[in-house]
């Protein structure tokens, strides 16, 4: 059973930095894509950053510049450090594991592609 833990949430001020981290148990994630997504109060959940098996990461226009995604295939891990953080970036915060090994680039932004999810972390900044 494949389980995906996230950590690292919490509250900051604007332009401060978070680093969040999701681990993964019952499936080597490292040959798969994995992803992180948000979900703000009332709105969809949107895409934030992604990186595939071969190490090709794409993010979301609004994250772009400010956000890093990185993964430790060892170690089963992905993670995101969010750096100069704005009021907008308030959100919860989920991993993702692809469903499948094969992929493709463009639908990496699709939350539809992704079979596993963890449960959230809240990530709140203050203006």
């Known amino acids: 059973q494949v389980q995906l833990v996230e950590s690292g949430g919490g509250l900051v001020q604007a332009g401060g930095s978070l680093r969040l981290s999701c681990a993964a148990s019952?499936?080597?994630?490292?040959?798969?894509?994995m992803a992180w997504f948000r979900q703000a109060p009332g709105k969809e959940r949107e895409f934030v950053a992604a990186?595939?098996?071969?190490?090709?990461?794409y993010y979301a226009d609004s994250v772009k510049g400010r956000f890093i995604i990185s993964r430790d295939n060892a170690k089963n891990t992905v993670s995101l450090q969010m750096n100069s953080l704005k009021p907008e970036d308030r959100a919860v915060y989920y991993c993702?594991?692809?469903?499948?090994?094969?992929?493709?680039?463009?639908?990496?932004?699709?939350?539809?592609?992704?079979?596993?999810w963890g449960q959230g972390t809240q990530v709140t900044v203050s203006s």
């Open positions: 993702a594991l692809h469903a499948t090994t094969a992929y493709n680039a463009r639908l990496l932004s699709q939350s539809q592609q992704y079979a596993y």
């Open positions: 019952g499936r080597t994630s490292g040959s798969y894509p």
């Open positions: 990186m595939g098996w071969i190490g090709d990461i």
